[in-house]
């Protein structure tokens, strides 16, 4: 005899690759007590529970009252080392759709518009680390983030990295962000990098080569070296990126479809 039972879950997270895209599938380690969570084959971690919230999960209409949503912080690092560690805070639980007009045609695009609906899971931007595979026709740039003025070289870790590239119409256009690991060592990935027009009165219409920036940003605040314990949220760490709070360095380059670069930027700290 088959039975029936039913639940409320309070939201799901999903890990995608920052420079595909696409949801990571991997076996990664997950560290989310005091959330209860449980992935799926389609890569999506449904949380199933959370402190203060036991009496909701078990009841539908009408909704017992409970604490508010609120944020809680987990954890994950990549046993295979494709992917930096990271924390990341997620909303718990998450809202529900609002609701609908019974007189007005049902509109899902409206219903999901909202990226914390719950039935939109959370996305967490996984960055690659410095050993991450590179496709063939992908532009990668490796960067070295180091202390100006030490020798030897000592890698500040953590910095926030960023290649920009200025577009037609003059603006900046954002190629590739990541963070460097506990070494001060980056990967910057580039797919879909094509030829642009050259400008050149006599020579060739386009070139493969386009103009780049590199930009790395160290917050002082972070300990040199870290402990081994401590993971950073990137997220956290890029948003400061061009705020004038973080001790920054840049270049201009040049880079091309299928090309590797090997950079270093020193920080005076």
């Known amino acids: 005899m088959n039975e029936s039972v039913d639940r409320r879950v309070l939201g799901a997270f999903q890990f995608q690759d920052v420079v595909t895209g696409n949801s990571v599938l991997d076996n990664l380690a997950v560290a989310a007590l005091p959330l209860l969570v449980r992935p799926n084959r389609c890569g999506i971690y449904v949380i199933f529970n959370a402190p203060g919230f036991a009496d909701l999960t078990g009841q539908f209409d009408p909704p017992l009252p409970g604490p508010k949503a609120g944020t809680f912080e987990i954890s994950v690092q990549d ?3 494709r992917y930096l560690p990271r ?3 997620l909303q718990v639980p998450q809202n529900l759709p ?3 007009d019974p007189s007005k045609p049902f509109d899902p695009g409206k ?12 996305a967490v931007p996984l960055y690659p680390s410095p050993a991450a595979p590179v496709a063939p026709t992908w532009a990668a740039i490796h960067i070295s983030v180091v202390r100006s003025g030490i020798v030897p070289l000592t890698g500040l870790p953590w ?5 920009t590239h200025p577009d037609n119409g003059g603006k900046t256009k954002v190629l590739a962000t990541t963070v460097t690991d506990a070494r001060g060592e980056g990967l910057l990935a580039i797919p879909g990098l094509g030829p642009e027009i050259s400008g050149s009165e006599t ?3 386009t070139k493969s080569n386009v103009s ?5 940003g160290y917050d002082p605040s972070i300990a040199i070296p870290p402990p081994d314990t401590w993971v950073p949220n990137p997220d956290e760490i890029i948003s400061k990126l061009g705020g004038g ?17 090997n950079r270093t930027l020193a920080i005076s700290v």
């Open 245 to 261: 709070s973080l001790k920054t360095a840049s270049l201009d380059d040049e880079i091309a479809p299928g090309q590797t670069l």
């Open 98 to 100: 609002a609701a609908i």
């Open 203 to 205: 020579g060739a219409v």
């Open 212 to 216: 780049i920036t590199i930009t790395a």
């Open 111 to 122: 219903v999901l518009s909202d990226p914390r609906v719950i039935f939109n899971p959370q």
């Open 87 to 89: 924390r990341v805070k």
């Open 159 to 163: 910095c926030a990295v960023q290649v």
């Open 79 to 81: 046993p295979s080392r």
